[in-house]
């Protein structure tokens, strides 16, 4: 019966390992990488083999090329009392595990410069730019006796000293460039929250999570507006074609002038002769109009008295 339950499970792992090579291009939310992450790494792993404190790195398909995942399993008790130095993570003495297990496997990823561009659709990011790789915290049941298909997730709570977070080696900005990044925590409820570094590309938290550095996002540049270079030809013949143009313009408006006088001279002369003209009657002489003087008769008058001889 043994073998056969080890059996079954060794065909699931495969079928899930299968599945999440074909599955993880197509993966467009952070808390949906999350736990492909974890199961893979619990699916990676013979627990009951698995040596508490020592730390080991998980090889994610090639599909999920970028990522780096290391996992080490702890007593709830021991971190606690001495806390734990883990790749990125410094967990203070005081740290403890919620709800507290026997053993719990902690979780730590780099999820590289090209899989944190998950982040930009997942949290609201405008006006800021990631310099550094989200990296993630996270802790799940790590007992032997836990079932394989069935991890959940627990809490790491930080005790009197903060959890710290070391970018210093994966970060874009250099110390010396001038530019303090902000710290930057993802909240699986989708809320972002910026806060200053403790010291240069070191950044605290008080619980598991996902961190990361940013900065402004500088304006964009202003357009840029080329100017074409006229060769000296072009301008020359540009300019001597404006002057005959210029040219031309002026003619037709001196010409215009010129035929407005004349009309004017000729109106005005019309006018002078209409004038002249008024007292005189105009008679037709054959197809002619021509003046003509008022026929004026005068009444004759016997200057001597006439008597006529008889005849």
């Not at 297990?101 to 979780?107: G, H, Q, S």
């Not at 008022?294 to 200057?303: A, D, G, H, S």
Request: net charge positive; hydrophobic share 40%; proline share 6%.
């Amino acid at each position: 019966m043994g073998s056969l339950v080890s059996l079954t499970q060794i065909i699931l792992s495969l079928v899930l390992l299968a599945s999440m090579s074909i599955e993880a291009q197509g993966i467009k939310s952070a808390r949906l990488l999350d736990l492909y992450i974890r199961d893979y790494t619990f699916n990676s792993f013979d627990r009951q083999r698995l040596r508490t404190g020592k730390i080991h790195s998980v090889h994610l398909p090639d599909n999920f090329t970028g990522i780096r995942v290391d996992t080490v399993r702890f007593r709830c008790g021991s971190l606690h009392r001495y806390g734990a130095q883990f790749k990125e993570f410094h967990l203070g003495i005081g740290v403890s595990v919620q709800p507290c297990v026997e053993r719990v496997m902690v979780l730590a990823q780099n999820l590289g410069f090209n899989w944190s561009s998950i982040y930009y659709a997942n949290y609201d990011l405008s006006g800021y730019q990631l310099v550094s790789p989200v990296l993630g915290l996270l802790a799940y049941n790590g007992g032997s006796d836990v079932n394989i298909g069935n991890p959940f997730e627990l809490g790491i709570l930080a005790g009197d000293k903060p959890i710290t977070i070391d970018f210093s080696n994966i970060t874009r900005v250099a110390n010396t460039s001038g530019i303090r990044p902000l710290c930057a925590s993802f909240e699986n409820d989708g809320k972002l929250t910026l806060k200053n570094q403790v010291s240069p590309h070191v950044c605290i938290a008080t619980k598991h999570g996902h961190f990361g550095l940013v900065i402004e996002s500088p304006p964009p540049p202003p357009p840029l507006i080329l100017k074409k270079k006229i060769s000296p030809w072009k301008v020359a013949v540009g300019s001597s074609v404006g002057a005959a143009i210029g040219s031309s313009l002026l003619g037709l408006l001196l010409l215009a002038l010129f035929v407005k006088a004349k009309k004017k001279a000729r109106m005005e002369e019309l006018e002078r002769r209409a004038y002249e003209e008024e007292a005189l009657q105009v008679s037709m002489v054959g197809h002619v109009r021509a003046p003509t003087a008022t026929v004026t008769r005068t009444t004759p008058t016997i200057e001597h008295d006439y008597i006529p001889h008889p005849s």
